[in-house]
């Protein structure tokens, strides 16, 4: 029998230094992962560029992504689908609760 998990259990109060990152479920040609971001941000100088394309759904809290042309405002419920090469930087996430990140990685 299957075991049952909740996406926003076992969140920790804070967390200091890097984001919570697990992987949920990985195959040959998926990958998704839960992240839980608390005022994390990427470096100034780091951009993601990933092989794979990105559909990112934000479960809880408030995040900006950085694009080389628009800057995006997400809110709690709002997903997006970043293609594969698609340079992008997170640029903000909420301070004061974590943020619920559902990212699967696809081909």
Known sequence: MPDLTNILGDIP????DDELLQTLLITASLRIERIVSHGHHSPAEFWYDQPR???VLLIQGA???RFDDRVLELRTGDFVEIPAHQRH???WTTPDEPTIWLAIHHD
Request: charged share 30%; proline share 8%; net charge neutral.
């Open 13 to 16: 109060p804070t967390i200091r």
């Open 53 to 55: 394309s990105e559909w």
């Open 63 to 65: 995040a900006r992504l």
């Open 89 to 91: 930087q997170v640029e």
